[in-house]
C-alpha cells in the first residue's frame, strides 16, 4: 500500500518512501552498530522483500525526516495480510545513532500511532520485538503498550527469542489529547 501523505509529528514527519531510501535502509540494516546483529543481504533482496509487501495492501512505509535529514523508518502491517482487520503491527527504526536518546522514536511512534488510530480506525496495535531490545521495551511502555504472553506472539523466530505488547484504540487515548471530536492528537509528556 502506497503512502501519499506527509504526517507531521512534534519534532518529525513521517512521509512517504522513494526508491532512494532503501539505500538508505540497507545500510542501516547492514550496520552492526545499529541492528546489534550482522545481516547479510544484498540491496536487491532488501529491495525486493520491500517493495512485494508495498504492493498488496497490507503494508505501509514511512521514512523519518529531523529536519532535513533522514533517521529512520516505521510501518504499519495488517494482520493476515488482510486491509479490512482491525488489528495492525506496527515497527519503528532509528538507523542514525547520532539521533538516538534524542525522544524522536517516541515522537515517530506516537505520530504513527495517532495516524493508525485515528485515520486508519485501527482497533488494536501489536508490536513484536526481540526480548533483548530494551530500546523498544522502554518506548512502548511510555506510551502505554501492555506485554503480551508469548504463546500469543506470531514472529518468524522462536517464542523464546521474541516478545511482543499490545494497545487498544481506547488505551491510547488515555495516554494522549484528543480534539473536542474525538480526534488525537499529540501526545502528554
Not at 545499529?34 to 522483500?49: M, P
Not at 523519518?64 to 504499519?76: K, L, P, Q, S, W
Not at 486491509?83 to 517516541?106: H, T
Request: some cysteine; charged content about 30%; overall charge negative.
Amino acid at each position: 500500500m502506497l503512502v501519499s501523505k506527509l504526517i507531521e509529528g512534534r519534532n518529525i514527519i513521517l512521509r512517504p518512501h522513494t526508491q532512494k531510501d532503501f539505500k538508505l535502509i540497507h545500510q542501516w540494516m547492514t550496520n552492526p552498530q545499529v541492528t546489534g546483529e550482522h545481516i547479510d543481504i544484498s540491496l536487491s533482496d532488501l529491495r525486493k522483500g520491500y517493495e512485494e509487501r508495498i504492493k498488496g495492501d497490507y503494508y505501509l512505509l514511512f521514512m523519518i525526516d529531523r529536519e532535513n535529514t533522514t533517521i529512520g523508518f516505521c510501518n504499519v502491517y495488517y494482520h493476515r495480510k488482510d486491509p479490512e482487520s482491525k488489528i495492525v503491527d506496527v515497527g519503528i527504526f532509528i538507523g542514525e545513532i547520532g539521533y538516538w536518546g534524542k525522544e524522536l522514536g517516541k515522537d515517530a511512534l506516537t505520530t504513527l500511532l495517532i495516524y493508525t488510530f485515528d485515520i486508519l480506525d485501527i482497533e488494536e496495535v501489536t508490536v513484536t520485538y526481540n526480548k533483548d531490545n530494551e530500546r523498544i521495551k522502554r518506548l512502548t511502555t511510555k506510551l502505554g503498550f501492555k506485554v503480551e504472553q508469548s504463546d500469543n506472539i506470531k514472529g518468524k523466530t522462536t517464542k523464546e527469542e521474541i516478545e511482543g505488547a499490545k494497545i487498544t484504540k481506547e488505551e491510547f487515548r488515555q495516554t494522549v489529547s484528543h480534539t473536542e471530536d474525538g480526534k488525537l492528537f499529540y501526545i502528554i509528556s
